[in-house]
Every structure is written in structure tokens, then in C-alpha cells.
């Protein structure tokens, strides 16, 4: 009975909040960088290495690089720096779009068989995991504007005095299209974050003796943790020619990384809530059987037949099995995953190091 129960389902779904906001998402246009990289069928990589050259190229001929290499400097090498972190950042954030935001569709397909959800409003939310409302974008990218602009000022590149004034402007313009690019990135993805939150805590059979089940909800909260720190590994480019960051660069690292622990944990709260509220109840259940089983409330005296320590000894490794399901669906592969993904921001810090002292010992 226990372990029917443990692999029965949450609340009924009639009774559950509906899922209107994330149903509605399937009426809308795919997300424009998805549109572009259907539409030029290019390898991967290939979109972003051309937005790569041509953001670099454009820093070059707004560059008052020196005449020969004797004459380069610090500040050179610093230029170098920034137009190398600003040119791989749009890259970078262009190229992950098209991979992020799919994968989500892979995640929730290996959770069907246990979803309470028919298969039209399924088909549903597994569209709208990649599309976006264009209202919305235009009020996100409008956002993302004034944010980049205001972080160009305090940056000085939106400053009369900067030198060169062609590159300062480019450096600005880079500043606004990155912060443009998070805010239409980083909505959809607390979007589909969301609807994981709300899919694990209403709508999902949980069969506590195999957990193994819910991984794709740790899955779907560790991918973007991959997105923003590959984004992070690039600021120590901003330090080439013996730079400090500046201090409102870490604006940017800022944001970045409270995106990146939201974006990790609201996939998991509901599935979080949901086996931890179901472990304790079946917990309680067992605990209760087994004091009826050896008549504990003192009214009989106990039984202490073979059939009597069968069943309790079957009770007791239930318990024990049901003591051990950790509500957070990582598994150990993932956790792995985890600690192999927080070495990029140090090994970011570690190329910087090293190309700082090659651009060196060049010129």
C-alpha cells in the first residue's frame, strides 16, 4: 500500500493553477535568434564566429592601433582586451540562444510520462518553451536599452571627452547590444523556469523509489548555469594591459550571477516542495504502521511472530529507502557537472593571465 501510494501521483490537476500564461506562449513567434539559425540551417558555431569577426573588425577600423608593434602600449593592449570581451560576449550570447532555449524542449519531452497533462495542452507548453510574445520582447529590449546606456555612461564611453571617440561609441554601442541580448534571453528563460517550478510542485507523478525520474528537472536548472558563466569567464579580458576591473563592470558580473543562482533554483522549487511534502507524509505513514504493527500504544502487548518481524523489517527498508530520496533531482552526475562548471570562470581568469603575458612578450 505504502509503496503504491509512494508512486502515485500529486494533486489532481482539476485542481491545480491553471497553466494559461505558459499555454498561451505557443501562439507566439519563436525567438528571433532560433528564427535566424532555422532559416540559415549553418552549423553550430558558425553564426557566431561570423557575429564574432564582424563586431571585431568594426573595433579594428575604429582603432588608432600604432604603426608598428615597438609602438603598442598598454592602453592598446587594454582596447584589445575590451573589444575582444565585447566581440565574444554578443557571440557567445547570440550562439547559447540557439542551444539553450531547445534543450528545454528535450527536458520536458523525457518528463511526459509523468505529467498529469493531456497531450494538446502538452504539445502546448512544449512549443511556447522557445517562442516569445513580441510585445513583451519590445518591452524587455527597450529595458535592456536604458540599462546599457546608463552602464556605457558610467563606463565613459557615452562621455564628449572619451579618446578615441569612434571606438568609445562602439564600445557603447556593444555595451547596450549585450545588456539588449541578456533581457531578451534571460526572460524566456525565467519564463521556462517557471513553468518547470509549477510542473514539478502540481502536476507530477512522483514514484519516490525511482528518482532518477526527475532529472531532467536538474537538467533544466544546471544549463543555464552554463550560459552565464561561460559569460563570466570572459570579463577577465577587460583586465589585458595590466588593468583593473572597473567598477562598474561588476555591475555586469553582478547581474549575471544572481540571473545565474534564480535561474538554478526556480526550476527545482516545485519538485523541491513536491517530494519533500511527499517523503514526509509517506514517512509519517510508515512510522504509524510500523507502531500499529508492534502495538505500541501499550493497550496489547506485542507480537513478536515470524510474520510480524517480516513485515517490519519490509516497513524498515521502505523507511530507509524513502529516508535517503533527496528532494533536490540532481544525482550525482549532475552534482559532478556542477563542481566541473566551476572551474570556467578560474580557467577564464587563467587564459587572461596568459595572454596577457603573449600579447607581452610579441611586442
Known sequence: MVEEVARGSTTDPQHNPPLIHWRQ?????????????????????LSGLLVFVLWLGLFALL???????????????????????????????????????????????????????PDDEFQRLRDGLVRYSPYRLRVVSSLGVLIGLGHAHMLGNLSLQAEPAGLSLAFALATVAI??????????????????SALGRDYTRLDLYNPHHLLPYGRAALRPILLLLGLQALYPLITLGGTTLNPWVWAGLTASFLLMVWLFVMPLRGIHAAVKQRRERLLSDLDTRLAH??????????????DTLARSAVLLDLRERLRGVSSWPLGSALVKRILLYGIIPPLGWSAAVFMDILIKALV
Open 293 to 306: 504493527l508492534w502495538r505500541a500504544d501499550g493497550h496489547e502487548p506485542p507480537d513478536h511472530g515470524q
Open 179 to 196: 545588456w539588449v541580448l541578456m533581457m531578451q534571453l534571460a526572460s524566456p528563460l525565467i519564463r521556462n523556469a517557471g513553468l518547470f
Open 63 to 117: 582603432a588608432p592601433w600604432p604603426a608598428d608593434a615597438a609602438g603598442v602600449t598598454s592602453l592598446d593592449v587594454e582596447r584589445l582586451g575590451s573589444a575582444l570581451f565585447f566581440a565574444l560576449s554578443i557571440a557567445f550570447l547570440l550562439e547559447i540562444a540557439g542551444i539553450v532555449l531547445p534543450a528545454a524542449q528535450r527536458d520536458i519531452s523525457e518528463l511526459r510520462p509523468l505529467l498529469r497533462l
Open 25 to 45: 506562449a505557443a501562439d507566439d513567434p519563436v525567438l528571433w535568434p532560433l528564427r535566424l539559425r532555422r532559416r540559415l540551417q549553418w552549423p553550430v558555431g
